[in-house]
């Protein structure tokens, strides 16, 4: 499954709310448990859709990669505010990774592993 073509954008760098704030951990060692990214989520880690979109959207955020360099990345919902997978914007500095590439959602709150579906170029 790939993501819409008809996509709502929010950044969120300030939350839409201050009960979708989270904290991004920069660190070289990752927390169990602590997120790379901006993105809202609930308190089970659930990926939330913005809380004003109608339809299908992504939000968009950063994440920063295991070498410490930020990357963006966009959460897609369906019309339903269901998650349905993260694209990636970057290659991850790995041969089996195109830049930008989806991870389709495995869960509420993960993607499926590997290198993702290639997003054509329009």
Known sequence: MQPATTATSTKTGAP???????????????????????????????????????????VTGTRIGTDGVPYT??????EKGNFTGRTDVTDHNRGDHVD????????????????????PKD
């Open 16 to 58: 839409a709310s201050t009960s979708q704030a989270g904290t991004v951990s920069t660190s070289a060692t990752q927390a169990k448990n602590t997120p790379r990214s901006n993105f809202p989520r609930d308190k089970a880690g659930n990926y939330l859709p913005h809380p004003e979109a109608q339809g299908p959207h992504t």
């Open 73 to 78: 990345q966009g959460a897609t919902f369906d």
């Open 100 to 119: 930008p590439h989806f991870h389709p959602a495995a869960s509420p709150n993960s993607v499926q592993p590997g290198p993702g579906v290639p997003i």
